[in-house]
Every structure is written in C-alpha cells, then in structure tokens.
C-alpha cells in the first residue's frame, strides 16, 4: 500500500493547479496526483483550438452571473480572482495576453506552454499516471483508493462527462456518490446542435460571423446567443449555437418541436435591411439567387429566400413585390430551423450539472457530508454558459481553493 496525506484524482487543470497550491502551503505533506491517461494535461491541450483560452477578463466580475450556480462560485473567484490567478501561472513562468475580446490566452499562443509551466512546477508531488480510480473508501479517518492507495486527505478533480477522449469519462461522479454525494442531473453543455438535415447540409460550411440565435419551445424563448454559427450537414455549430445548446438539452421533451431562429444580420434593423433591399431591386438587375450576396454568403441567401416562398431559379428581382420584400427581411431577421438536440457528450466541450453546490463548502470546496473530502473544477455543479475561458477560470479557482485544503492541513 502507498500512503500520502493527499491524493488529488484527475491530473489536469484543476486537479494539478490543487497539487500546486497544496504542496506551496504546506510544503511538509506528501501529495499525488492519480491520473487515469498515460499524460497529465491532455484536456488542456485541446482547449482553444490548441492555443488555451485560459480565462477570460470578465469572468470573476460583472459576468460572473454567467455560471451556473453562480452564487457559489462568486467565493471561490472572490479568493482566487482573475488577476490572482494570471498572478498565479505568472509564478509558474507563464506570461498571458489578452485579446479584444477580453480572452486570455498564454503569450506563446500554444496551450502546451500552459502545461509545460503546471508539469515544471510539480516537483512536490508524486504523478501516479495510468492509473484509473475505479473504488474509494472511507478508512480510519482517510481515504483507500482502489485497495492500493491511503491517504488523509482526498480531492476529486475528475471533471465531467464532456469530451471522454480526453479522460473525463464520468467516472468521478460515482466516486462522490460512493462517498455520499449527490449528482445533479448531467447535460452537454458548449456543443454543437443537431437539425433538420434537409436545411442544413445546403448550407454546410456557411459561415454567420455576427448571428443572433435563440432556441424557442411552443414559440417560448429558452435561450439565446450573439456570435459566430457555422453551418454543418447535420446542424449548426459556431460559438453563439453552442453557447444555447444546454438551454436546449433542459427543455429537450418527446413531442415538443424545438426551432432555432437566427437572426442572420442583427446590427441592420428590418427598416435599413428593407431600404437596402428596395433600392436594390430599382436600380439593380441580377437575378434572385445573387440577391442577397451584399448581406449574407449566397447560399444562405438562397435558403434565406426559398424560406420566404419568393425563390425561384432566374427570377429578376426587379419582379419581387413590396410584400415579397417583408417576407425575404422577416426571414432575414428569423430564419427558423428544426432543432433536433446537441451532438451530446462526446463532442461537448462542458458538463452542465455534477456535485451538488449545495454540498460543498463554498469558501473551501470542502465536502460538507464527508470529512476531508474537497472537490474542483467540473465535477462540481458549475458551469460557465460562454465560451472564452471562463470554465478553465473555474478549474483554476475552484482547484486553488481547494488545494488550501481548508487551511486545516497539518505539516
Ligand atoms: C475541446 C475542448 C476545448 C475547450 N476549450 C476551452 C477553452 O478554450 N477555455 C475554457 O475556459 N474552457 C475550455 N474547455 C473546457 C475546459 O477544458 C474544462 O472545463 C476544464 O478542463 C475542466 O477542468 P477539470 O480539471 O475539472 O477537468 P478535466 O480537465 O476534464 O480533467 C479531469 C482529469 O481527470 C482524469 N480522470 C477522470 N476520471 C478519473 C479517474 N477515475 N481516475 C483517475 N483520473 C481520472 C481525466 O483523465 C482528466 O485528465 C474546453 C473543453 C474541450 C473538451
């Protein structure tokens, strides 16, 4: 048997940045890290499109309420903010920038460099690599782990259920429940959307860079997004439809018809786009499949008018009437797609549930149904509702915190 004071489960943001912090504050206490892939840090790696968008400007402040039970992790990123945790990976020998959009990245652009700086600075604590804890058990005050590992101290940091190539297979959940946690129910969250094929894949590779999309039930608003969509052949993907997909997936019934309406150019009103397109059709002579190539890519201009009920191959449109026009500038403002669901866990950057908040100290992600027990990151129920790193600010102030293993921890 192997005995340490404290075994983080899960080797990646936040389970390592817990060993970190932990090892600093008490430098006298043996930690491992037990991590179920050959490496530490895949996930890491694959975060904003290899370059780490490692947190966001916003993220600890007037956005905060952008989290799922945001009231619980305004504490952890009271303790560890935004600029204490770039404050943080600076001494790690990690520089960041931040670019228009209030997105950090590190200043080498390659999110190996965000692991590189973790992996440099674990020289305190023993990796346990491919290794997969698969039973806990509470013992002596501490923790046995799959019969082979004691300790006294134990932090789940297994993520969620997002992404399983990358090693958050869901495992951890039933580790806390074996240990008396409950598990809220689990959602994709940040995915791309699944619809009505027969609309899409015309449109397949069609790019929106400013759309404004919201998610309706029975004509209801569930949720909305502004940003970037990209037409697949099975959906819709972009920023701004993954942003809405969780909404999705909560009101997700059999029987319930759920439409994604895009409005396809938000910065013109539907007076400036039907000026636009009356002057147009005056002094203009092209033919309708080219009508719309001045706002929108043509083949979303084709859809655009084939929804509206005015297309037809070689139409001039010097033939479309007024009423033609409001119905081409309706469909520019709502163009309605048949939404299926997400593309679910396995292309999903995020879970949306996990540990009950309701369970877990808020100021130390210390269990409160189980003594020496601290969770971070995903596992927990907390999720940021945007893209732009504010889930990777999470996993780093969530796993700070509770690398203070609740200040009690005994050298
Ligand atoms: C493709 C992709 C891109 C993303 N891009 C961004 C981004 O740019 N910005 C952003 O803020 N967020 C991004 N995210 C989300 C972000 O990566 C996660 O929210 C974050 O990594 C969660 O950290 P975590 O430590 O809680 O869990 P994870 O990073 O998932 O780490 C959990 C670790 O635990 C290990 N593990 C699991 N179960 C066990 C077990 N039973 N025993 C041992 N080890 C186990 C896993 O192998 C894994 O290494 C992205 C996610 C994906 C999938």
Redesign the pocket.
Known sequence: MKRFDVIV???????LVAAINAHRLYPGLSIAV????PR?G???L???NGR???SNETADSDRCAEYMNSEFAENAFEKYSVNKTLDFFSSLGLKTYTDSEGRIYPLSNTAASVVDAIRFNLDGTELITG????DVKKQNGGFMLNGEYFCDKLII????K??PS????G??YA?AESLGHTVTKLYPALVPLTADAAVTKPLKGVRIHDAFITVEKNGKTIGSSRGEILFTDSGISGIAAMEIASALEKNKEKGTDIFAVIGLVPEMSKAEITDYLTSLCRENCRDCDSMLTGLVPKAAGIAVLKASGVYSPGKEIKTLTKNDIELIVDTIHHFRIKVTGTKGFDCA??TSGGVSTKEINPGTMESLVCDNLFF????IDVD?IH?????????WSS?LTAGELGGKAEC
């Open positions: 489960i899960g080797g990646c943001a936040s389970g037990i991590e179920k892939l530490i895949k996930k890491i694959a975060t904003g780490c968008n490692l290794v997969a804890v698969t940091a297994t993520g969620g997002a992404s990358q090693g958050s297979d495992s951890g580790l950057q995020v971070a990151g995903e596992i940021g893209c732009g790193g504010f889930n990777l600010q999470w996993a796993g």
